[in-house]
């Protein structure tokens, strides 16, 4: 009963942890002193910036610009404005892609008092997606920049030049930044970036991304670091995944820096529901209360930090970072190991360690880990939601039911494998069920490898572990000693994100010394054990939290299970009769289940997480045909058929490039008359092949599709050299915005051959003549370009 009562303390107190470690601080009012961070002054200008969707090159976007310009006029920065032409390649799937707009940053200067010191500068960008205010991306950062600037200025003169850049286009392609840190004066000035981004509508500010050798920025941040979830695994993580931000450009060109970002509230990730109303004004505290810090301690000291080793480092609780160098892990590791040689010893003299016990322990943790990461990949095929950026939308608009049945099913599995482990004889039921776990995962999802090697993994694992009884003392050292393996296989190969390991495994390995690997069993070991499981737990919640909403892959949730495992095995382990031991992870796993079915089951639109939609009206004109489109992915919602259906014509499936990768829904319709993209191809006296393109007036957007069947020697874009069908029969892809006068492509082939050319303009409204779209209903929204006029077509030049 000791014990039992211990685990449920452990686990509610890891509870209550995680969630002081997540929850955002209560937002400060707009009486508060003129030297501290209020989200409610803040929110007047969210309030502002996020009247309506404002893209680049859009007269909203224009509105923003002029309040941007006035509020840093008031706050005597002498802003001004930066007009360019950017635009950036890249290679997707194996096709090249170019994106590039006319851009107006804003630009401004808060004088410090040595004006030749490397400036600091602060980032955030002003343009919204096409069908979102964007209160929280990017109003948010905007709205802590100023009143970050207003409360240093409060502060008297800093040390420094603080620059404020105020970036367009980065929603077209981080273009505003790449206009600033290619082109303008300012930007051999700045030694130190700030940036401020959102992929959400909630939850606390994260520090996820700084420069390379981060040493000495890291040390700074955790000085002033408040409340803050951030760690060296989320730099590792970032670094090492697609994504982007304008600091990615500001990194690229040498400038070290904090990147400042959150995640929660994800379903309002680019979404018309992205309204200062439904934004988190504690979140707005957080990254204020930490920006706010992090500037005033650069901009107040006399150097910036240079550069040294990069640094292992994590929030703990409250405001701590713990920070090491890398080099310091290895002490860590070595301690761990003492303190497992201490327990090992002492157990020695009331229990029994066969070596074939730890390893049926060793194996035990691995099911964990196995098992784990499958239910929960099995949970998530069940949902019957697919995998993608719009198609995950119904888990975000409910997502806590979904988030507590990760969290079910992973701690059911967690506490499972200890009772049954001491039992023994579960070997055929662990390994049958794993078995057909894994078969379930393409059952109902379509053929799932991943799912299926891990129901070999634990099967086999299953079988290995659990057959006959094995002793506290063994097989918790066995689960140790997977800890400490891994953890020195991370510090080896990548230290900075070593410590996840080993921080739990150094609780664990401190509780297994002071109670003799579990041996020692009376009231106030067994309280401590309690206490270090709590510690620990809560810590890894937060990490658990974090990974669940930024990533949509639940099966990487196991390695936090695992890691629980060394904390709570001794916890778990069962009293007799063992039977009461299941009892917690019966009632968790069946829990866990009902939320996986009501996810599945309930219609989750509502007029605060409405279904997302995407119609066009098309006109095809290298096919003499009208068409009413859908984009979104999955079956087609009833407002959406009811859209291609107005004119009577059938719904079904088709491709319909240059608009669209990939198959969309769409009827006919009855023709408009509407303007297409102006093409013209022509050869130079020089032998360059120059096409010139513009959308018709009132389009935004001109895309274009080109693939030569010969490369080329050299190419420009409106005069700037890029790199651009070099390979012969690759389509590049371009996606220029904001620029009425549209766009000139000049091309040097090798020899004689032939350019394909796919087009479409955007025009962001529905065509007049066409009949007109009926009202959404409160729980559908529109999502990206919805509701535009498209006119494609396409042609073919031989030279």
Same mark, same amino acid.
């Given at each position: ?43 007047? /200008? ?33 802003? %001004? ?55 929280? /991306? ?22 420094? /030049? ?10 077209? %392609? ?96 680019? +979404? ?15 990254? #204020? ?39 310091? #892990? ?94 023994? #004889? ?91 690997? %579990? ?77 996986? #079915? ?38 087609? &919602? ?10 009577? %014509? ?23 008359? +509407? ?10 006296? /020089? ?5 010139? =393109? ?33 390979? +012969? ?22 020899? =004689? ?9 955007? &025009? ?36």
């Amino acid at each position: 009963m000791v014990r039992a009562i211990a685990l449920l303390a452990a686990l509610a107190g890891a509870l209550l942890l995680a969630w002081t470690g997540t929850k955002t601080p209560a937002p400060a009012p707009a009486s508060a002193p003129a030297t501290a961070f209020s989200a409610e002054r803040a929110m007047a /200008d969210i309030r502002q910036i996020a009247r309506a969707p404002h893209p680049v090159g859009s007269a909203a976007n224009a509105r923003v610009r002029d309040i941007l310009i006035g509020r840093m006029t008031a706050l005597d920065l002498s802003p %001004g404005t930066q007009t360019a032409q950017a635009f950036e390649t890249r290679a997707v799937r194996g096709d090249g892609w170019l994106v590039g707009a006319t851009v107006e940053n804003i630009v401004g200067v808060l004088p410090g008092r040595d004006r030749a010191l490397p400036a600091l500068a602060l980032t955030a960008h002003y343009d919204s997606v096409p069908a979102s205010p964007g209160a929280a /991306d990017d109003a948010t950062g905007l709205a802590v920049t100023l009143e970050t600037l207003r409360a240093i200025e409060a502060r008297g003169t800093p040390a420094r /030049d603080i620059i404020v850049i105020i970036t367009d286009g980065e929603e077209a %392609g981080l273009l505003g930044a790449r206009a600033f840190f290619d082109q303008h004066p300012l930007r051999k000035r700045v030694g130190l970036v700030i940036n401020m981004e959102a992929r959400g509508g909630g939850g606390r500010a994260n520090m996820f991304q700084t420069g390379p050798d981060n040493g000495a920025i890291i040390a700074a941040f955790a000085r002033t670091a408040v409340n803050p979830v951030s760690n060296s695994l989320a730099v590792f993580l970032y670094e090492n995944m697609p994504n982007d931000t304008d600091f990615t450009v500001s990194k690229a060109a040498g400038v070290p820096g904090l990147n400042f970002a959150f995640i929660g509230r994800q379903f309002d990730y680019h +979404a018309m529901t992205s309204t200062p109303a439904n934004l988190d004004v504690g979140s707005v505290q957080s990254m #204020g209360d930490q920006v706010l810090a992090a500037a005033a301690d650069l901009a107040f000291a006399r150097t910036l930090p240079g550069k040294a080793p990069d640094a292992v480092y994590s929030q703990a609780f409250g405001s701590v970072v713990l920070a090491y160098p890398a080099w310091g #892990g290895w002490i860590l590791l070595l301690a761990a190991a003492a303190l497992l040689t201490v327990a090992v010893l002492t157990a020695r003299e009331t229990a029994d360690l066969p070596p074939a016990d730890v390893a049926r322990g060793a194996g035990a943790a691995l099911f964990v880990l196995a098992a784990s990461a499958l239910l929960l990949h099995l949970a998530r095929r069940a949902t019957g939601v697919d995998f993608g950026f719009l198609e995950q939308r119904p888990l975000l608009a409910q997502w806590g039911p979904w988030e507590t049945a990760l969290a079910a099913l992973g701690l059911a599995v967690l506490l499972l494998a200890p009772p049954l482990l001491a039992r023994g #004889g579960a070997r055929r039921g662990l390994a049958g069920a794993a078995l057909v776990a894994g078969l379930l995962c393409s059952a109902l999802g379509g053929w799932d490898p991943v799912g299926l090697g891990l129901g070999v993994a634990a099967a086999l694992l299953g079988f290995a572990a659990f057959g006959r009884p094995v002793g506290l003392p063994a097989a918790w050292l066995g689960v140790l000693v997977t800890g400490l393996v891994v953890a020195i296989a991370l510090q080896a190969l990548q230290p900075t994100v070593a410590f996840l390991v080993a921080w739990p495994l150094v609780l664990a390995a401190v509780g297994a010394a002071a109670t003799a690997l %579990g041996t020692r069993e009376d009231r106030p070991h067994t309280a401590a054990l309690a206490l270090l499981a709590a510690l620990g737990g809560g810590w890894l919640a937060v990490f658990f939290h974090s990974v669940a909403q930024g990533l949509d892959m639940p099966d990487l949730l196991g390695l936090f299970l695992w890691l629980g495992a060394l904390l709570v095995w001794p916890l778990a382990w069962p009293a007799r009769p063992w039977r009461r031991a299941l009892a917690p992870a019966a009632g968790l796993l069946l829990a866990g289940l009902a939320l996986t #079915g009501f996810v599945r089951l309930n219609d989750p639109w509502t007029a605060r997480h409405p279904r997302a939609t995407s119609v066009f009206h098309v006109t095809d004109l290298t096919r003499g045909e009208t068409l009413r489109v859908a984009t979104t992915p999955g079956d087609l &919602d009833p407002w959406s058929r009811r859209v291609l259906t107005a004119d009577g %014509g059938a719904v079904g499936r088709r491709d319909l490039p240059p608009l669209r990768r990939g198959v969309v829904w769409a009827a006919q319709a009855r023709p408009v008359g +509407a303007a297409g993209a102006r093409v013209e191809i022509t050869r130079s006296a /020089d032998g360059r092949v120059v096409l010139r =393109a513009a959308p018709p007036p009132g389009a935004r957007v001109l895309i274009l599709d080109l693939k030569a069947d010969v490369p080329m020697v050299a190419a420009t874009v409106n005069g700037r050299p890029v790199k651009l069908l070099a390979t +012969a029969g690759v389509w590049t892809h371009l996606r220029w915005t904001a620029t009425p006068g549209g766009v000139e492509i000049a091309l040097t082939p090798r020899q =004689a051959g032939a350019l394909e050319i796919r087009h479409a303009s955007i &025009d962001e409204r529905w065509p007049e003549g066409a009949s007109p779209l009926p009202a959404r209903p409160a729980d559908v929204m529109a999502f990206d370009l919805s509701d535009s006029t498209v006119v494609i077509g396409a042609s073919r030049f031989s030279w």
